[in-house]
C-alpha cells in the first residue's frame, strides 16, 4: 500500500466524534430542552449546518486543485493520477454527506424510512463519514513519490479547512459512548427485494441474467466493462450481469451511480477478470491500480475471480478495489500479490473467498468480516515478509477494521518451496489506529510466533492500534510468544462478540436473512 501519510486528522473526524447511538428522544422534558435526535449531541439542523459547511470547504479544495489536472500528465503518470484520484474521492466524500444530511432530516431511524442505509441511523452516519475521512487520507496517500509542490497545496487547503470547521464544530465533539449498538428490527434496506434472498443461496442456480457477457459473442457483450456502461443508474432492483466461462482481460469500474448492480460467474475457477496494472510497473497510483473496481451500493459478486498478474516485483498492484456500502463478495476468488485486495471503505461482507497474495494483500479501511474464506499467503520476494492485514483506520472513533471469522490460513501451492523460511504475520497496522482481529479461524504453521509485525521501526503504533486473537486453532494460533504490545488483545467473549457480523456490520439488518448463509455470532 502507500506510504503512510503525516496528514493530522482532518475536520471529518469532528463529526464523525459529533455522533452517538441514535434514540429518539423519550420524555417531554428531554424534547423540550434539545428537540433532537440523541445521536447527535447537537440539534439535526446544528448537525446539516456543519455537514454542508464541509462540503463547501471541500468543493473549494477541488475547485483549486481542478487547474492541476492538466499539468505534468505527460511528464508525471502518478501525479496526474493522484489529482485525478482525490477529485474522484472528494466527489464520494460529498455523496456520503449528503446521505448524511438526508439521513438526518428523514430520521431514518423509522421504519420504512431508509433510503440508503440501513435503517439504524447512528451505524448508517458513522460509517458514511468514516469513509470521507478516509477518502482525504488517501487523497494525500497518492502524491507520496511525486515530485510536485501539487501535495503541499492540497495539504495547505485542507489544513485550512481544519482550521475553520474545528471551531465550528469542536463543541459538538461527543464520544460514541456505545460503539456496538445495534437494532434489531430485522429489517432490510429498501434496496434488499425479496428474490435477493435466492441469489445467493449455496446451492442455487445463477440467478436470471438481465444481460450475458460471453468472450465468444454468445451473449449480449463481449466485455464485462461494456455491459456496466449500459446498466441503469441509482436502481432501486437488482441488475444482474453474468459473466461466461473465460479470461476478461480488461479493467473494470462500477462508479457510484450504478447501484445494485450483481456479478455472476460460473465459478472462481473459470470465470477471472484479469489484469496488470501496478505501482512500480506503470507510475500509478495504488488506488489506481485496481483490475476491478466498485464505488456504488448493493454491489454483489459470486463465483468469479479478480485477479493482478503484476507480479511481487511490481510492488502495490490491486486486483479488487471496493468503496462498495452494503456489499457481498460469495465464493469469489481474490488474487495477486502486494495489496490484492483494497477492501478502502464502507461495510463490506465476504463469504467463501479464496484470497491470495504476499505483502499486506488485505488492505484498506473498510469495516470488512470475513467469513469461511481461505486465506493463502503466496511466495513473496527474497528478503520480503508476508502481512495478511494491513488496516488503515486513522481515528478511534471511526468504524471501520477488518475481522476474520472461521477462516482458514494456508500457504498457497506456490510458497511450499520456501521451506518455512518466509516469516508470514497476521497482519501490521498501516494507520496508527490499525484495527484488526482473527476469530475462531484455523492457522497453520507458517503464522510466526509473534503473530503480528510492525509498520515501520520508527512508527509508535503499538498503543493505538486494536490488534485481536480469538479463540484459534492451528499450529500457528499459539498466543504465548505473541507480541507484547498494549494494542495486542487475546480476546474474551464479550469482546469477540464486538467483532461478529451481527455486531460489527450490522449484517441482520441488510444480509437477506434467507439468502447468503452467514454465522451472526460466534461459532460457540
Same mark, same amino acid.
Given at each position: ?12 473526524? /469532528? /463529526? ?7 434514540? +429518539? ?122 515530485? !510536485? ?122 470465470? #477471472? ?17 485496481? +483490475? ?29 478495489? &471496493? ?16 495489496? &490484492? ?58 468504524? !471501520?477494521? $477488518? ?29 496508527? $489506529? ?25 512508527? #509508535?503504533?503499538?498503543?493505538?492500534? $486494536? ?45 437477506? &436473512? ?11
Amino acid at each position: 500500500m502507500a506510504i503512510s501519510s503525516t496528514l493530522t486528522p482532518t475536520l471529518i473526524l /469532528l /463529526l464523525i466524534m459529533s455522533l452517538q447511538p441514535c434514540t +429518539t428522544p423519550s420524555s417531554a422534558s428531554t424534547i423540550t430542552e434539545f428537540s433532537g435526535l440523541s445521536c447527535l449531541r447537537v440539534s439535526p439542523n446544528r448537525f446539516i449546518d456543519s455537514a454542508n459547511k464541509v462540503i463547501n470547504l471541500l468543493q473549494n479544495v477541488s475547485y483549486n486543485l481542478s487547474p492541476f489536472t492538466k499539468v505534468n500528465q505527460d511528464n508525471d503518470n502518478r501525479l496526474s493520477n493522484a489529482i485525478s484520484d482525490c477529485l474522484e474521492l472528494f466527489d464520494m466524500a460529498y455523496e456520503n454527506l449528503k446521505w448524511s444530511i438526508s439521513a438526518t432530516q428523514n430520521h431514518q431511524d423509522i421504519p420504512g424510512n431508509k433510503n440508503n442505509g440501513t435503517g439504524n441511523l447512528s451505524s448508517d452516519l458513522r460509517t458514511w463519514i468514516s469513509a470521507v475521512l478516509s477518502y482525504q487520507e488517501t487523497c494525500i496517500d497518492g502524491f507520496e513519490g511525486t515530485n !510536485s509542490n501539487v501535495k503541499d497545496h492540497v495539504s495547505g487547503g485542507l489544513d485550512q479547512v481544519i482550521s475553520l470547521v474545528k471551531n465550528e464544530l469542536l463543541l459538538q465533539v461527543v464520544p460514541d459512548s456505545d460503539p456496538s449498538n445495534i437494532s434489531n428490527s430485522g429489517e432490510f434496506p429498501s434496496w434488499v427485494k425479496a428474490e435477493d434472498e435466492k441469489l445467493l443461496q449455496q446451492d442455487a442456480p445463477p440467478p436470471p441474467a438481465d444481460v450475458v457477457v460471453a468472450a465468444d459473442g454468445s451473449g449480449n457483450y463481449t466485455t464485462v466493462m461494456d455491459a456496466v456502461k449500459d446498466a441503469p443508474e441509482y436502481n432501486m432492483t437488482r441488475y444482474v450481469i453474468h459473466v461466461k466461462k473465460g479470461i476478461y482481460k480488461e479493467y473494470v469500474e462500477i462508479k457510484k451511480k450504478k447501484w445494485n448492480i450483481m456479478i455472476v460467474g460460473d465459478g472462481m475457477d473459470v470465470t #477471472t477478470i484479469s489484469g496488470n496494472r501496478s505501482y512500480g510497473h506503470d507510475n500509478i497510483t495504488t488506488f489506481r491500480t485496481a +483490475t476491478f473496481a466498485v464505488s456504488a451500493i448493493g454491489f454483489i459478486a459470486r463465483d468469479i475471480t479478480f485477479e493482478n498478474t503484476a507480479g511481487p516485483e511490481n510492488k502495490q498492484a490491486v486486483a479488487l478495489r &471496493s468503496d462498495s456500502d452494503l456489499s457481498v463478495f460469495y465464493r469469489c476468488g481474490i488474487k495477486g500479490y502486494q495489496d &490484492s485486495l483494497y477492501a478502502h471503505s464502507q461495510r463490506q461482507f465476504y463469504k467463501e473467498c479464496r484470497i491470495r497474495g504476499t505483502v499486506d494483500f488485505i488492505c484498506g479501511n473498510a469495516a470488512a468480516v470475513f467469513q469461511n474464506c481461505l486465506i493463502q499467503p503466496k511466495k513473496p520476494l527474497k528478503d520480503q515478509k508476508n502481512t495478511i492485514a494491513a488496516q488503515s483506520r486513522t481515528h478511534p472513533n471511526q468504524t !471501520s477494521g $477488518f475481522s476474520f471469522h472461521n477462516c482458514t490460513i494456508i500457504p498457497d501451492p506456490d510458497f511450499q518451496p520456501s521451506n518455512g523460511s518466509i516469516q508470514t504475520f497476521l497482519g501490521r497496522p498501516w494507520k496508527n $489506529f490499525s484495527r484488526t482481529v482473527f476469530m475462531e479461524s484455523f492457522m497453520s504453521e507458517m503464522i510466526h510466533p509473534e503473530g503480528w509485525l510492525e509498520w515501520e521501526t520508527n512508527t #509508535t503504533y503499538d498503543d493505538t492500534l $486494536f490488534f485481536g486473537e480469538y479463540q484459534n486453532k492451528g499450529p500457528g494460533s499459539g498466543v504465548a510468544n505473541r507480541v507484547k504490545w498494549r494494542g495486542y488483545h487475546v480476546l474474551n467473549n464479550s469482546q469477540a462478540m464486538d467483532f461478529t457480523v451481527n455486531q460489527f456490520i450490522k449484517g441482520d439488518l441488510w444480509l437477506p &436473512s434467507t439468502g447468503v448463509s452467514y454465522n451472526a455470532g460466534l461459532l460457540v
